[in-house]
Every structure is written in structure tokens, then in C-alpha cells.
């Protein structure tokens, strides 16, 4: 069974705090990805990456990096948190082919 | 630009009334559109991939179809259970990622 864990469904954080969101996909995809959706926006793509230590910026990468180490592990890095990040965060994979994207449940970020 | 537009913004129906969400498309290369459902506070979860004008896919009292310019998801005598927002999304080519419509909420009442 397909299966994208997210390191926490709710966090609250400070402004100017680095914050950290994990995703962690156990379906041996190439690719991964991570979105902000935000009411009446949709969802916005942030980053993506298609291997190993690759990276692509999406349509709104202003304020965020990520980290892709292993195959199975997409990090979001926020490097310092404003009230404007605060959003719900999901992160995809697929495999090249189908190129299905498969949603881990979301983590809902607050930033005060 | 690529663009995809989903209408209406949001659907209230009667259980057991049927309808139909609208995906329209202008990209060039269209390669795959997907459906997802998401629920409030949750991920979207994947429903239907097709592939080329005429495809149809269905699933329980869903049926998705594609033409040249949009796609329909019907909604065959739906059930309050069927309440989420559907999102649909295109794929043009390998190397780029999805390009997504802002969802249709839909709500059934009983």
C-alpha cells in the first residue's frame, strides 16, 4: 500500500525560528515534492526533486530550501519563519512513468 | 501559459442528485490528468489518471472522462460521505511536476 508519512500534522512555531518538515515516502519513488495550499490560492508547488541530491525550484521558492539525501527523504526548510508561511504543507512522490503523485496527510504550520 | 480552471468553485447537491464537475485545460502536450478528493485537514487522495481523449474511468458513483479541452467527473446519485473537494491536475511532459486547478468543493446533504 502507497504510503507518505509527515513528520507532524500541527506545528507551532516563532517568527524567525528555522523550522524543519520531513516526509518520508516507503514506495521507492524517484521523485518528491513539496506544496503550500492556502485558501482560494490551491495548492502552490514550493520544491521538487527527482533524485537523490537533486533539486528544483517550483513556482514559490522565495524563503524556503530543501535537502534530499536518501531516496526516501524530502526535507522543507523554512530558514526563518514569518506569519506569511503559515500554511498546511503537503508533500507528494511519484515514480517517473505514471507520474501519479501520491499525498502524505499534511502538516498544518503556525507561525506567531 | 498552462492553465487548468475547475468549475464550479463550489456544488451543493441533494443526496441522490447527480451532476457533474468541469476540468478545463489549455497546455500544450497533454500527457495525463489526474483526480484527486481531499478532505478538510488531509491530503488529497488519488482517484483517476487518463490518459487520451475518450478514456473513462469509474469508481463506486464516480466516472471521470476526458476530451480534448476538459475532463468531467460525474457524480452518479451521490451520498452526504461524497462531500470533499476535488482537485484536478495535468501532466505535460516528464521533468516537470503537475499543474493543478483550485478544486471544486462539493457538498451533499441529506
Known amino acids: 500500500d502507497v504510503k507518505v508519512t509527515q513528520s507532524s500534522r500541527y506545528l507551532v512555531k516563532r517568527t524567525g525560528e528555522k523550522v524543519f518538515l520531513e516526509c518520508v515516502q516507503d514506495?521507492?519513488?524517484?521523485?518528491m515534492f513539496w506544496y503550500r495550499q492556502d485558501p482560494g490560492l490551491g495548492l502552490r508547488l514550493i520544491y521538487f526533486?527527482?533524485?537523490?541530491?537533486?533539486?528544483e525550484k517550483g513556482d514559490i521558492p522565495e524563503g524556503y530550501s530543501v535537502s534530499r539525501e536518501k531516496k526516501e527523504r524530502f526535507s522543507l526548510i523554512l530558514e526563518s519563519a514569518s506569519t506569511n508561511q503559515t500554511s498546511m504543507y503537503l508533500c507528494?512522490?511519484?515514480?517517473?512513468?505514471?507520474?501519479?503523485?501520491?499525498f502524505g496527510p499534511g502538516t498544518r504550520l503556525l507561525v506567531l | 501559459e498552462d492553465q487548468v480552471t475547475q468549475s464550479p468553485e463550489a456544488l451543493r447537491l441533494q443526496e441522490g442528485e447527480s451532476s457533474s464537475l468541469n476540468c478545463s485545460y489549455t497546455?500544450?502536450?497533454?500527457?495525463?490528468l489526474f483526480w484527486y478528493r481531499q478532505d478538510p485537514g488531509k491530503g488529497p487522495e488519488f482517484l483517476f489518471t487518463?490518459?487520451?481523449a475518450g478514456e473513462e474511468k469509474e469508481k463506486e458513483r464516480l466516472k471521470a472522462t476526458l476530451t480534448k479541452k476538459e475532463s468531467f467527473l460525474h457524480i452518479t446519485a451521490p451520498k452526504p460521505e461524497d462531500s470533499a473537494t476535488y482537485l484536478c491536475?495535468?501532466?505535460?511532459?516528464?521533468?516537470?511536476?503537475?499543474?493543478f486547478g483550485k478544486g471544486t468543493t462539493l457538498s451533499v446533504s441529506s
Open positions: 507528494a512522490s511519484s515514480t517517473t512513468g505514471p507520474e501519479t503523485q501520491y
Open positions: 514506495m521507492d519513488h524517484e521523485n
Open positions: 526533486s527527482y533524485d537523490v541530491k537533486m533539486k
Open positions: 497546455v500544450s502536450g497533454l500527457r495525463g
Open positions: 487518463l490518459y487520451s
Open positions: 491536475a495535468v501532466f505535460l511532459q516528464a521533468g516537470t511536476a503537475l499543474i
